[in-house]
């Protein structure tokens, strides 16, 4: 992973071992990139469902929190689905693109798109929600 362009990317060893790189983090506007390794495909091949789900919702974290924000609070998922439209490959580079649809109140409403070049691998819509930050 490059430099975190994102201070919730920090600490965040999930997506330093998915290797996440972050080609745009802004407020509401979120690109990243990943290679699917061999140890993210499952017994058919293919990507794992949950590892192509682990990296939408990182693209999901990154468009809802505010890299400038104040740090009282943090936005998390209160749901989220994902629709599976075509299989991804050891080698093959994904790219996710988040975007929000509404921002009313606490709550959010959030698209991510999961490609491999032209190719439509994944749609996933997130809902969120802004809660106090956690005291640790």
Same mark, same amino acid.
């Given at each position: 992973m490059t430099t975190p362009a994102h201070p919730i990317l920090e600490n965040d060893r999930t997506s330093e071992w998915l290797g996440i790189d972050v080609d745009r983090a802004d407020f *509401? +506007?979120?690109q990243i990139r990943m290679v699917i390794r061999? @140890?993210?495909v499952n017994g058919f091949g293919i990507a794992h469902g949950g590892i192509i789900f682990a990296f939408a919702d990182t693209c999901f974290a990154l468009a809802c929190n505010d890299p400038a924000g104040d740090?009282?609070? &943090? %936005?998390?998922?209160s *749901?989220? +689905? &994902?629709?599976?439209?075509?299989?991804?490959? @050891? *080698?093959?580079?994904? #790219?996710a693109v988040g975007?929000?649809?509404t921002r009313t109140g606490r709550s959010g409403l959030? +698209?991510?798109?999961? %490609?491999? *070049?032209? #190719?439509? &691998?994944? @749609?996933?819509r997130g809902r969120s929600r802004t809660v106090a930050a956690p005291q640790i």
């Open positions: *509401g +506007d979120v061999r @140890e993210m740090s009282s609070t &943090i %936005t998390v998922a *749901g989220a +689905d &994902i629709s599976f439209v075509a299989s991804a490959l @050891e *080698g093959q580079t994904l #790219t975007t929000v649809l959030y +698209d991510v798109h999961v %490609t491999s *070049g032209d #190719t439509l &691998i994944a @749609e996933f």
